[in-house]
């Protein structure tokens, strides 16, 4: 790995991972698989606040009918209404999160559009590398000091040193959360992009690979550089919090993985505003930006929308932007 082709930092779990990309109607339509809808959790006690109905989603997949849709004669959603809204994670195989391949296909199979955050094969070049690399050559090292340098060294061995001497302070920390993993042919968005050209689904985006790039890199590398240090003192949360993240996603509760990146473990008073910063950018900000085209595209119907789970959850995700503009959203077993 150099300081070509594409960045090494494709695939990352906590704040970073979540967002990949440097990230799913009562009744069944005609012909669609009778998923059961997940059930809610225990009865709430009448003396307890109300709950976010975010918070009562526990699934990865699920079944999203617009408004609009016309039920058909025997009352269940037109067949071009039925849609599908998946949250991926970057790290991991099918089995070791808990997935059933088999149900997502046949999910896949009754739409006719694969929606994603961005090509997967959308082409890199040396315009694209001044998102992830510093332009000064004093590079990483002056803005993090020798001694949390030296340990950024130890923790990331494998990566070349003179790339990771120009890394911007983002880039480093996707590589820290990436569990030693990069992107390939085996992470879910690659695998959904095989089946849906298997299944001759069309593909669209949502963001063009600049507009992503622009998100990772959107606050400024000197105030990044704190957050990295302060992560960097603490070295041994990078593996727990992916192990946790791992166990979020496979317990389908995304709504607790967003309450851990709320948390900001191992920042203080100074770091946390910058990483919230980030957090607006790489979550909130996307989100608003595709809600329009989303909108438009499940109202036509057939669509498959892959994005990166911690998209869809909270108070500002697209699952409950969408229940509240009419939609209706049922989370189903995976």
């Not at 990352?12 to 005609?30: H, Q």
Request: glycine share 6%; hydrophobic share 45%.
């Amino acid at each position: 790995m150099g300081l070509h082709s594409r960045p090494p930092c494709r695939s990352m779990p906590g704040l970073w991972s979540a967002l990949r990309s440097l990230l799913l109607a009562l009744a069944c339509a005609a012909g669609v698989p009778a998923f059961a809808s997940a059930q809610p959790g225990a009865a709430q006690r009448e003396d307890e606040p109300p709950v976010e109905a975010w918070r009562q989603w526990r699934s990865v997949l699920f079944r999203v009918q617009a408004p609009a849709a016309a039920p058909d004669a025997a009352g269940g959603a037109a067949a071009e209404s039925v849609n599908f809204i998946f949250g991926t994670i970057h790290f991991g195989d099918p089995r070791e999160l808990a997935l059933d391949t088999g149900v997502m296909r046949e999910a896949m199979s009754h739409t006719r559009i694969l929606v994603n955050e961005v090509a997967n094969d959308a082409h890199w070049d040396a315009s694209k590398e001044r998102y992830r690399l510093l332009a000064d050559q004093a590079g990483l090292p002056g803005l993090i000091g020798p001694q949390a340098y030296a340990e950024l060294q130890r923790l990331l061995p494998a990566v070349p040193p003179a790339l990771l001497h120009r890394l911007k302070p983002w880039a480093a920390l996707a590589l820290l959360e990436a569990r030693g993993e990069v992107a390939g042919e085996q992470t879910l968005d690659r695998r959904l992009e095989r089946w849906a050209a298997d299944m001759q689904l069309r593909t669209e985006h949502l963001e063009t690979l600049d507009e992503q790039l622009a998100a990772l890199d959107c606050v400024p590398s000197a105030e990044q550089a704190l957050v990295l240090k302060q992560r960097l003192q603490t070295p041994w949360l990078f593996s727990e919090q992916s192990a946790r993240v791992l166990e979020y996603y496979r317990n389908r509760n995304l709504a607790a993985w967003l309450d851990e990146i709320d948390a900001m473990v191992g920042l203080d008073a100074r770091a946390r505003p910058i990483e919230d910063r980030a957090r607006r950018c790489l979550i909130e900000a996307r989100n608003e930006r595709w809600l329009p085209r989303l909108d438009e595209l499940l109202r036509r119907g057939g669509m498959f929308v892959a994005v990166g789970a911690i998209h869809l959850t909270g108070a500002a995700g697209l699952l409950e932007r969408l229940r509240q503009r009419g939609f209706l959203i049922v989370a189903e077993p995976l």
